[in-house]
């Protein structure tokens, strides 16, 4: 009956699945679209190595060598470029949907812990990618980023030195980072994806919801309904991407220079919410507790003791997305204001000028700052009596838009000496 | 099934004598092997990459000539880009030479002549000509290089930036 093909498909998929796991909008292909991303960014990244010269006299060369002299030098760069921002937001909508299913539970948990793993080292890949053309930009933001290093207490200024592999970013530095951008991480994706993928069909495919059973005819062959479902998601993806690559050129400031910041000097863009972070609190504060402490409950989250699961079913319940919508609107709200009022009315710094700064700019704004969250939790809870499994997702919903705040406004907002100004005001 | 292999496993251990305690024991003397192996090349590895590392940063000290004390005015400072560093000749008659970076996230800090402070673009952060912190988020003073005046040249080792907790005047070097 079956053919080679057909028999390899069924390496990765069984034989038939239940036909309401098909529909796209059951899980949007956001998983089959990451894997597309991440193969092209294989094929692409090889075509650059072909080119591209890791050291700080050459890096900057090979990249206008390739954009000026190589007939499809340019596309080949921006299709590399696009495509790894992308994986960005499809690796991130891929976890939203996982998370709003709640399709991180029992034998699902395992993979959810894999999966944050490849989340985090798909931004590493970024921002080492980031630094190989040794233009301004990227070399300030490795600065800028692996500065943020050195306020982890004890270890931090020999993390940085670590990292830089010296005081300063120089040629090491590039040469680890083009190592592990090119070798260590991609090669930590292929074994964690197949891991990942294992894993899935263990916990025998994606979720469905409880208490639906498909005896009879919810049932559908693999082949070729599935497969012929995934083949055409890849192929758009690969063609939107293909068109768009024409049109959006990969940024290339002008070569490095270590003696002179470019102003303002920002991170990169995935990594600007930290920066606007540490522009109201202490280095300390949010660059180790606040993340450190987010992404621990993220990677704690299926050992969450929820009494009813409603796995399968998106936001939980009718309650459960009322709540995500208030908390989404309240942290639209509270930010910007809470961003506005530190700029220029809020200075513990300045009025405790005998304490530490971490006590007096780190600690105090902490303090102000939980305390109005637990007022939102405090309101959310009296006015809903929710499950904790709703609480739990409110609160995700809460900090993810916080995070999108911080990020747009540090992204739009922020102009020369990283000043609030209009986005039209900055030229 | 997985769960079932273990319980197997675990009912044979405490029966040394029986097939299957030597069976677990072979199969733990392997485990340990693997785990020394795993160990010993790590080590390799590292030591390895750090070797690399070594050899390119020296510990000698080697002051680089920047420039004769007479002509650099009192209160005023000189920008030497090429070592990335700032001197600066104080009120008293005293120099320091100023590490050029931000010690809030390090960037590039520039010299305001009329305000007399140190400005720095990223984050708004001020130094005073000593190095101190005039406004925040930088948190501690501006690092140092060793310096020494020879017949009225300034020397500066520029291999050795060092980080300090506050301005004193036995920083400075007098002509
Ligand atoms: C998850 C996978 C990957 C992501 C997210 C990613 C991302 C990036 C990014 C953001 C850049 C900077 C490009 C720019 O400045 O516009 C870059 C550059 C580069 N990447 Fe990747 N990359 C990935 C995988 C790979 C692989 C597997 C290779 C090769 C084996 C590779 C080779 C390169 C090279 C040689 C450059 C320098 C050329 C340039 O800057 O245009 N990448 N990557
Ligand atoms: C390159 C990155 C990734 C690839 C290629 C990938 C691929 C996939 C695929 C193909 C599936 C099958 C169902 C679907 O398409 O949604 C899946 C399921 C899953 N993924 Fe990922 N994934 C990636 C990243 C992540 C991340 C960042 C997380 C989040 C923490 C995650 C957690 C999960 C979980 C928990 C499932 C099971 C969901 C279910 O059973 O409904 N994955 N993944
Ligand atoms: S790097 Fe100088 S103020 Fe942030």
Redesign the pocket.
């Known amino acids: 009956m079956a053919n080679k093909q057909t028999n390899f498909i069924y390496h990765i998929h069984p034989e038939k699945v239940p036909a309401s796991t098909i529909r796209f909008t059951h899980t949007f292909g956001l998983g089959g679209m990451a894997l597309v991303?991440?193969l092209l960014?294989?094929v692409?990244?090889?075509l650059?190595?072909f080119?591209?010269e890791?050291t700080p006299d050459k890096?900057y060369d090979?990249?206008l060598f390739?954009q000026n002299h190589l007939l499809f030098g340019h596309y080949?760069?921006?299709i590399?470029?696009l495509?790894?921002?992308l994986?960005?937001f499809v690796a991130l909508f891929h976890l939203l949907r996982v998370f709003f299913t709640e399709a991180f539970y029992g034998p699902r948990s395992s993979n959810w812990i894999i999966g944050v793993v490849i989340f985090i080292?798909?931004l590493f890949?970024?921002?080492?990618?980031?630094?190989?053309?040794w233009?301004q930009?990227?070399y300030w933001a490795v600065t800028v980023v692996t500065q943020m290093l050195s306020y982890i207490p004890v270890v931090g200024p020999e993390l940085t030195s670590f990292v830089r592999g010296g005081k300063e970013v120089g040629a090491a530095t590039l040469l680890t980072f083009?190592n592990f951008?090119?070798?260590v991480?991609?090669f930590a994706?292929i074994i964690l994806l197949l891991f990942h993928f294992w894993k899935v069909r263990q916990a025998g495919g994606v979720v469905v919801p409880r208490n639906r059973n498909h005896n009879g005819k919810g049932i559908i062959p693999v082949v070729p309904e599935l497969v012929v479902r995934e083949l055409v998601t890849g192929l758009i993806l690969l063609a939107v991407i293909f068109l768009l690559a024409v049109f959006i050129d990969?940024?290339?400031r002008e070569r490095a220079n270590p003696a002179y910041s470019p102003n303002p000097a920002k991170a990169?863009w995935y990594f600007l919410g930290i920066q606007e972070l540490i522009m109201h609190f202490h280095p300390f504060i949010g660059v180790v507790i606040i993340p450190v402490t987010l992404f621990t409950l993220l990677f704690y989250l299926p050992c969450f003791p929820f009494r009813i699961r409603n796995t399968g079913i998106w936001f939980s319940s009718s309650k459960g997305r009322k709540m995500a919508l208030i908390s989404a609107l309240l942290a639209l709200v509270i930010h910007p204001i809470l961003i506005v009022a530190s700029e220029y009315l809020i200075h513990f710094n300045t009025w405790f000028p005998s304490l530490l700064p971490v006590i007096s700019g780190g600690l105090f704004p902490l303090i102000l700052y939980s305390i109005i969250f637990l007022l939102y939790l405090f309101y959310i809870i009296r006015r809903y009596k929710p499950l904790s499994n709703e609480i739990v997702q409110a609160v995700f919903v809460y900090f993810l838009v916080t995070y999108t705040v911080l990020s747009i406004t540090a992204i739009f907002f922020r102009g020369p000496g990283m000043a609030l100004m209009w986005p039209w005001k900055i030229s | 099934m997985k769960e079932e292999t273990h319980k197997e496993v675990n009912e044979q251990a405490p029966g040394v004598e029986s097939p299957g305690g030597r069976r677990n024991f072979i199969r733990k003397f392997w485990g340990w092997i693997g785990l020394i192996a795993g160990l010993e090349m790590t080590w390799v590895s590292l030591t390895f990459l750090n070797g690399g590392k070594k050899k390119k940063e020296s510990s000698e000290t080697s002051y680089t000539e920047i420039a004769r004390a007479e002509d650099i005015p009192e209160n005023s400072v000189f920008p030497y880009r090429a070592g990335r560093l700032y001197l600066c000749h104080l009120k008293d008659g005293g120099f320091l030479a100023l590490s050029l970076r931000c010690t809030h996230l390090g960037c590039s800090i520039g010299w305001d002549k009329d305000q007399e402070e140190f400005r720095c673009p990223c984050h708004a952060s001020r130094f005073s000509i000593t190095g101190t912190v005039l406004n925040p988020p930088a948190t501690r003073p501006l690092d140092i290089y060793p310096l020494k005046i020879d017949n009225g040249m300034i020397m500066v080792d520029l291999a050795h930036p060092a980080p300090r907790k506050s301005f004193n005047p036995g920083q400075e070097t007098k002509a």
């Open positions: 991303l991440f960014q294989i692409t990244g090889i650059l190595k080119v591209y890791p890096a090979s990249i390739m080949i760069r921006n590399h470029h495509s790894g921002t994986l960005i080292i798909i890949s970024n921002f080492t990618g980031y630094l190989l053309p233009d930009l990227s083009f951008h090119t070798a991480l991609p994706l990969a940024p290339l990169p």
